[in-house]
C-alpha cells in the first residue's frame, strides 16, 4: 500500500502544476470549454501513442456505460474547474477541491465497502469545516459564481475514482486514459464557441499548456495505477 499512495502523492504533486498553468493563462474572453479541450485532446494524443501497441477492447457490456458516464464526469468536472479559476484564488480553490475527497470517502465506504476510521471520519469533518470558512465572508455565506463553480466541479470528480476503478478492471490503463479523453474533447469540439476559441487559446499559450499536459499526463499515469493497486479513498486523499 506505501508504493500506490507514494505514487499518488506524486500524481497529486503534476496535477497541481496543470491547475497552476491553467490559472494562470484562464482569462474571462475565451470559453471554459475551450481551454477543457486542450486538456483533453493533448492527453489522449499522449495516451494514443502506447495504446496502438496494446489496443484491445472489453465485449460489449456495462464498461462502456461506465466509460460514457466519466466521459461526462471529465466534460462538467473540467468546464467548472477552469470557470473556477478565472474569478477566485487557486489557494481557494484547492481547498474548496478538497469536498471531492468527502464524496470519494463516501463512495468507497458505501459502494466498495473499503475499512473507516476515527481519523478518517476527522479529516473529512475538518474538510467541510475548512470549505465553510473559505465560503464565510463578512459575518455571512458568500456564495459567487466561481466559488459555486468550483464546488461542484469537486463534488462532481469525487465520484470519478468510484467509475475510474470499475473502468480499470475492463480497459487497459493506457486505452482507458486515451478514450475517456478522447470522449469528453469530442462533446466539447460540438459546442460552437469552444471550437472557436481553442485555436486561439493554443496560438497564445501553447508552450504553457504543453508543459502542463506533460506534467499532467503522467499524473493520469500514476494515479490510475494507484487505484488499480489499492483503495481509492486512500489513494485520491494522497493525490
Not at 487497459?172 to 460540438?190: C, E, K, Q, R, S
Amino acid at each position: 500500500m506505501i508504493l500506490p499512495s507514494l505514487a499518488a502523492i506524486v500524481g497529486g504533486l503534476c496535477f497541481s502544476i496543470t491547475e497552476s498553468i491553467y490559472k494562470n493563462i484562464s482569462e474571462n474572453k475565451y470559453s471554459s470549454f475551450a481551454y477543457a479541450f486542450t486538456q483533453h485532446f493533448l492527453n489522449f494524443l499522449i495516451f494514443l501513442v502506447p495504446s496502438i501497441f496494446i489496443f484491445k477492447l472489453p465485449p460489449f457490456g456495462i464498461s462502456y456505460l461506465y466509460l460514457l458516464i466519466v466521459v461526462g464526469i471529465y466534460f462538467l468536472g473540467n468546464a467548472l474547474a477552469l470557470k473556477s479559476y478565472k474569478t477566485i484564488d487557486i489557494s481557494n480553490i484547492s481547498i474548496i477541491g478538497n469536498l471531492s475527497l468527502v464524496i470519494n470517502f463516501l463512495v468507497g465506504v458505501l459502494f466498495l465497502s473499503e475499512p473507516s476510521s476515527v481519523n478518517k471520519l476527522l479529516g473529512i469533518v475538518l474538510i467541510l469545516v475548512g470549505v465553510v470558512i473559505v465560503f464565510y465572508e463578512r459575518k455571512k455565506i458568500t456564495l459567487s459564481q466561481g466559488f459555486i463553480a468550483a464546488a461542484l466541479s469537486a463534488i462532481i470528480f469525487g465520484l470519478r475514482p468510484f467509475f475510474d476503478k470499475m473502468n480499470l478492471t475492463f480497459f487497459d490503463l493506457f486505452v482507458y486514459t486515451a478514450l475517456n479523453n478522447l470522449g469528453a474533447a469530442l462533446l466539447i469540439y460540438t459546442l460552437p464557441q469552444a471550437r472557436k476559441d481553442i485555436p486561439k487559446i493554443f496560438s497564445r499559450f501553447k508552450v504553457k499548456i504543453l508543459l502542463s499536459r506533460v506534467a499532467g499526463s503522467l499524473g493520469y499515469f500514476l494515479v490510475y495505477w494507484s487505484i488499480n493497486q489499492g483503495n481509492i479513498s486512500v489513494v485520491y486523499t494522497n493525490s
